[in-house]
C-alpha cells in the first residue's frame, strides 16, 4: 500500500462515519419527538400549527433535537393575516403542545 492508497481509504472511512453518525443522530432526533403534525405548539413569543419536521442541532447544543416549520397563528386560533418570515420553532423552546405544559427533556 502506496500513501495515496492509505489516504483515499482513510477518506472513504470518514465518509462512511459521517453518513453512520448523521443517521445516529436523525434516529435519535425522531425517537425523541413528541409533536406530530398538525398539533399546535408554543414557544416563549409565538404560536404554529405544525406543517412539517426537520432534524438538526440547535445552538450550543451537542445533542439533536427536532425543529418545527408550520403557520403561525394568533391568539384566536386563526392563522395570522400577516405571516412572519420565520414560523420556526425548535423542540428546545417549545412550552405547550396542544395547550398542554412541555418541559424538554432527553430520555
Known amino acids: ?20 453518525r448523521k443517521q445516529l443522530a436523525r ?3 425522531y425517537s425523541n ?3 406530530k403534525i398538525g398539533d399546535i ?8 400549527r405544525v406543517l ?3 432534524w438538526g442541532y ?8 427536532m425543529f418545527y ?3 403561525r397563528l394568533t391568539k384566536k386560533g386563526e392563522p395570522a393575516k400577516r405571516e412572519a418570515d420565520d414560523s420556526r420553532v425548535s423542540q428546545t423552546d417549545i412550552r405547550e ?7 424538554y427533556e432527553l430520555k
Open 27 to 29: 434516529e435519535f432526533a
Open 1 to 20: 500500500m502506496n500513501k495515496e492508497e492509505y489516504l483515499k481509504a482513510e477518506k472513504v472511512l470518514k465518509e462512511e462515519f459521517e453518513e453512520k
Open 97 to 103: 403542545i396542544n395547550g398542554k405544559p412541555y418541559k
Open 41 to 48: 405548539i408554543t414557544d416563549h413569543y409565538k404560536t404554529i
Open 33 to 35: 419527538n413528541p409533536v
Open 58 to 65: 440547535d445552538f450550543g447544543s451537542k445533542m439533536p433535537c
Open 69 to 71: 416549520r408550520g403557520v
Open 52 to 54: 412539517k419536521f426537520l
